[in-house]
Each structure stands twice: as structure tokens, then as C-alpha cells.
């Protein structure tokens, strides 16, 4: 408590300060001036690797509006170099003679400009800072339109140099492929290949045709040779359906004259009449079974023949492929250099759109939302901020220097401060006289 006239002497000290500011430090407006950023690509030209991330697009936006570019822009928007005493700063200035007077400007005004985007919103909030209200909100203003036009300036000569860069690549590309395509159609008109393999496919299907030749000559040799007469090795055949009609009517028949002979003597005109019969059927089946033969014979003839001429035309057909394989080497070798250079052209195409896209989402659109309006009141000092400031920090301050001065003072003025300094424990207490004559009784101290 002895302490607290420094506490108190260091409040009123900050109080002053602070009235001092408020009174002799110059006001700061703050005007800001709005902005929504679209930094979405166009739906018909996006692709992969094309979409920007919205943070390169902000960091783009931010670093232009602090850009010599827009602030010598603003100088010229707002004629700021017209001014007298502008000019006759210029002239006493270190940058006389070394830089243009707009250049010279624009540095000094772009000191004041603070841009920020506003939370994790696509919201730009450019913020000029400076003593006279009405001029930071003009300034605001004009760094806001500068920087709307040098965006879009820059998309314009991003595609514009992109699309000279490119053009004289596509154009020639082009070029090359009307010659592969006027190549292909000359060979083919010239040699009647289309690119298909016509003499692959017929030769394809005369070996086909040849293997089932073969296949079938087989089937007839073997009935041949096993005498097979079972109408289920070949139902289609006639001589086989006659064949087994008249073994069909011979079991009828057989069947017929085991039921009569036990009744029946053997002289029976009607036993005699079936015993001819079945005579005449079985006589009928040889003739048949005989005449099936020839037929079978004279059907592995035909097919004998026929397999030769299939081989002859088989023959024919692979003298004919080899001989066209040149040709269809030659088309295949014009056609795959036709889709080659097409698909170059095509990459090329893609690669220019998606730089061309690409220039355009590096600084996106923009679109003004608030415009600046002059500040009623200073941004700084604030009234009520420099005096809780001062009215913390003096506090703050008198209470650390109070202890300081109560750490660095090393009188004794209590038993305790004698006990911490002899490093060892107090016996007692002798107090001296309270009044002139005064004899206070001696105190015995207790032996240690």
C-alpha cells in the first residue's frame, strides 16, 4: 500500500497519453467498398485438371489489387498527379528524376490500401485507409473499378495469347492430316482395298466350306462301309425312308403269319399268300438297301468332286490374299497414320481449350456488390478504446512498477524483512519509547 502513489501516478500518466492521443493524433477513415467473386468455371468448357482452387484464384485477386498495375490505373482513373502541391512533392521527392510522377503515386497511395476477403465467403472487402473520409472512400472506389478492368484485361490477353500460341500448331496439324487423308484415298482408289479384309474372309469361309465337305464325306464313306441302315444316321435321305417303310411293312407282315401259322396248316392258301409276301418284301429290301449303296456311291462321288474344287478355290483364295497382302499393309499403314495425326489435332484442340479456360479461371469475375460511402467517424482513435486502453495498461504498468520498486528497495522496515535478510529466525521485538520519560519494562527473552 505504501506503494500505490506509483500506481496512481502511472494511471494518471497513461490518462494524459491518452487524452493526447485523442487529442492531437490525427483521425483514420477506413472506407470499404464490396465485391462477390465467381470463380466457377463454365459448365461447357470445364475438364479435368481445368478447375482452378479458389484459394489461387483469391491469392491472384488480393495480389492485383495491391499491384503497381491498378494503382498507377487508379492515378490516372482520378487525375491524382494534377494537383499543384502534388506535383511540387514529386519534384522534392528522392524519386524526382528516376520514376514517372504516376508511378511516384502510385506508390505512395497503394500503402493505404488493405484487401481481404471476407471469412471463408467468396466476398472481396477492399479497404482504404486515410485521414480524410471522403478521399478514402473515392480511393475505394477506384481501386474496386481498376481492379474489375485489369481482371478482365487480363483474362482477354491470357486467351488471346494462348489462342496465338496454339493457332499456327492447329493450322498445321490440319494440314498434315488433309495429306494423310488424300494419301489414304488415292491408295484405295488406286488398288480398290477399302481397309476390309474381303480376301481373308473368303478364304475363311471356303476352308469352312471345305472342312464341312470333308466332314460329311466321312459320315458317307462310313455308312458305306458298315452297310448302316438306320433311319436316324440320316433322316433326311429318301433311299433310307423308303428303306425302312419296307422293313417296317416286312415286320407287319412276319408278325401277321406267326399268328396265323399255329391255326393255319402250311398248305393254307393264305399261309402260302404271306409266305409270298414276306418273299417279295424282303426281295423288295435288298433291291433297296442295294440301290442305297449306289446312291451312297455316286453321293461320295459328288462330294469327292466337290471337295476338289472347294481345294482348287481354296488354293485360289490364299494366292489372292497373298497377294493383296501388300495392299492392305499399305491402306492399314494410311489409315493408322490418318487416325494418328487426328487424334494429335484432337489433343492439341483439347489442350488449347483447356489453356484458354484455364487463363480465364485464373482471376475470376467479378461482380460490385456495396460501393464506399465516406465514414462518419474515424476507424481510429476510437474515444472508448484509448481510454480502456489506457485505463488497463496504466493499471497494468502502476502495479508491475510499484512491485519492482517494493523488490529493488532493501531497507528493513518490518521484523519480517530482518528475518528474511539475517537468513536466520526472530527472537523478538524491542520497541522504542512511545512518549518523552517513557521506560518500558526490560522483557526477558527465552534462552535458544
Keep these: 500500500m505504501r506503494r500505490s502513489w506509483i500506481v496512481l501516478l502511472t494511471l494518471g500518466a497513461a490518462l494524459i497519453a491518452a487524452a493526447a492521443v485523442l487529442l492531437f493524433v490525427p483521425g483514420r477513415y477506413d472506407a470499404i467498398a464490396t465485391a462477390q467473386v465467381d470463380s466457377t468455371a463454365d459448365p461447357f468448357m470445364t475438364g479435368p485438371g481445368v478447375q482452378p482452387s479458389v484459394s489461387l484464384v483469391q491469392g491472384n485477386l488480393l495480389e492485383l489489387v495491391r499491384s503497381q498495375r491498378v494503382a498507377s490505373d487508379v492515378v490516372r482513373r482520378l487525375n491524382l498527379t494534377a494537383n499543384p502541391a502534388t506535383q511540387e512533392a514529386y ?25 481481404q476477403f471476407s471469412g471463408s465467403s467468396n466476398v472481396l472487402m ?28 487480363m483474362k482477354v490477353a491470357s486467351a488471346e495469347q494462348t489462342a496465338q500460341w496454339f493457332a499456327p500448331q492447329i493450322a498445321e496439324l490440319r494440314r498434315e492430316l488433309d495429306v494423310a487423308r488424300k494419301a489414304l484415298e488415292q491408295e484405295q482408289a488406286e488398288t480398290n482395298v477399302t481397309g476390309v479384309d474381303t480376301d481373308a474372309a473368303a478364304l475363311s469361309a471356303v476352308s469352312s466350306e471345305l472342312a464341312g465337305s470333308k466332314a460329311g464325306l466321312t459320315v458317307l464313306q462310313s455308312r458305306l462301309d458298315s452297310g448302316a441302315t438306320n433311319l436316324s444316321v440320316d433322316p433326311t435321305d429318301t433311299e433310307l425312308q423308303a428303306l425302312n417303310g419296307l422293313k417296317d411293312r416286312l415286320t407287319s407282315a412276319q408278325i401277321a403269319y406267326n399268328s396265323i401259322k399255329t391255326s393255319l396248316g402250311p398248305n393254307n392258301p393264305k399261309m402260302m399268300t404271306e409266305a409270298a409276301n414276306i418273299g417279295q418284301l424282303k426281295k423288295q429290301i435288298a433291291e433297296a438297301t442295294e440301290k442305297m449303296k449306289d446312291h451312297l456311291r455316286a453321293r461320295i462321288a459328288q462330294t469327292k468332286d466337290q471337295i476338289a ?41 483439347r489442350a488449347a481449350a483447356q489453356a484458354k479456360l484455364q487463363s480465364k479461371l485464373t482471376f475470376a469475375n467479378i461482380a ?52 528474511f535478510s539475517a537468513s536466520g529466525p526472530m527472537l523478538g521485538v524491542i520497541r522504542g519509547p512511545k512518549g518523552i520519560g517513557y521506560r518500558r519494562p526490560i522483557q526477558r527473552l527465552p534462552a535458544t
Design 368 to 419: 460490385v456488390l456495396d460501393k464506399a460511402t465516406p465514414p462518419l467517424s474515424p476507424a481510429f482513435p476510437k474515444r472508448s478504446q484509448v481510454i480502456l486502453v489506457a485505463l488497463g495498461a496504466g493499471f497494468v504498468l502502476g502495479i508491475i512498477l510499484a512491485l519492482l520498486a517494493e523488490m529493488l528497495d532493501r531497507r528493513i522496515r518490518v521484523p519480517l524483512d530482518l528475518e
Design 126 to 153: 477492399i479497404r482504404y485507409k486515410s485521414g480524410n473520409p471522403n478521399q478514402a472512400a473515392l480511393l475505394a472506389n477506384a481501386f474496386l473499378a481498376s481492379t474489375i478492368d485489369a481482371s478482365i484485361a
Design 91 to 115: 519534384r522534392r521527392s528522392p524519386s524526382f528524376g528516376r520514376e514517372s510522377i504516376e508511378d511516384w503515386m502510385a506508390d505512395s497511395i497503394v500503402d493505404g490500401v488493405a484487401p
Design 309 to 349: 474344287a472347294l481345294e482348287a478355290r481354296q488354293a485360289e483364295a490364299q494366292k489372292e490374299a497373298i497377294a493383296a497382302q501388300a495392299r492392305r499393309d499399305r491402306v492399314g499403314m494410311l489409315q493408322r497414320d490418318v487416325a494418328f495425326r487426328l487424334e494429335q489435332l484432337n489433343e492439341r484442340e
